[in-house]
């Protein structure tokens, strides 16, 4: 039985994705996954240190801070999607996966209280080089979507999902994920497209009115990094993209 997706090609996620039926911590990937039990252990218990970026280096995270943090690693080493958003000059990294406004806002709202000692984990690795006070989440970043485009550096670009929130950015006809169980239907409308490109509807299809996401846009110049203690006060545009390296066979400590 074939299965839909694929999965990145760097040596160490799975060379096909399969159904994995005992991932607890990843468990929206079990029917069809990049990862195996083995390769999700380090997130079974209370995290501490995942692939040698220490979590815990202010403090012991909250556990619904902590489990967003669960997420965006799960789809990044487990989800049959993200190679969808590969970094276009390293096979083992992501490039402007398009999340949902909502979900940006939730994690930092979940976080904002926690303590972190970086802005991004991809060149000043928790634990590492860390050596910055530890501040709270909402002194470091200054909302949900700042948190998404900053904290694992470029992976991730921010697309506003509802209208009028919080820089009162009209909703975009994009759809976009939030890690959880709707992103099937979105890949669903993606897939749909992809085959019929003139094919917006996706109701025509028997799917749900979710939307495709868009192709990202062309690169912009990224300006410097405000001290790590700084707000940073630009306006944001609706959608913004970023890209990762992620770690190397021994691990950077980029946080995936």
């Known amino acids: 039985m074939s299965h839909e997706g694929a999965c990145l090609r760097d040596g160490r996620h799975k060379v096909t994705p399969s159904p994995e039926r005992h991932l607890q911590e990843c468990s929206l990937y079990t029917e069809n996954s990049c990862c195996s039990e083995t390769d999700i252990q ?28 669960k997420r965006v690693v799960c789809f990044y080493r487990c989800s049959p999607d993200a190679a969808r958003w590969p970094h276009p000059h390293q096979g083992s990294s992501l490039k402007a996966v398009p999340l949902c ?4 806002r939730d994690w930092f709202e979940a976080c904002k209280m926690d303590m972190t000692c970086a ?5 000043d690795p928790r634990g590492q080089n860390c050596t910055g006070a530890c501040v709270p989440y909402q ?30 950015v009209e909703g975009s006809s994009c759809g976009c994920l939030t890690l959880s169980p709707s992103d099937r239907e979105v890949i669903a409308a993606l ?33 410097a990094t405000a001290p790590p203690q700084a ?20 691990g950077s400590g980029s946080g995936f």
Do not use: I
């Open 42 to 69: 380090d997130l079974s218990v209370s995290v501490s240190t995942v692939e040698n970026t220490h979590w815990d280096k202010c403090g012991v995270l909250s556990p619904l801070c902590e489990s967003f943090l």
């Open 101 to 104: 406004h909502s979900f940006c």
């Open 119 to 123: 802005r991004d984990w991809t060149t």
């Open 139 to 168: 002194q470091m970043y200054q909302h949900g979507r700042d948190l998404c485009e900053s904290l694992w550096g470029d992976a991730f670009m921010t697309v506003e999902d509802d209208p009028g929130e919080e820089d009162g």
């Open 191 to 223: 897939r749909v497209q992809e085959g019929d490109p003139e094919e917006l509807d996706t109701t025509k299809s028997g799917l749900p009115q979710y939307r495709a996401p868009c192709p990202p846009a062309q690169p912009q110049t990224r300006s």
């Open 231 to 250: 707000r940073r006060s630009s306006v944001s545009n609706g959608l913004r993209k970023r890209s990762v390296l992620a770690t190397d066979m021994e």
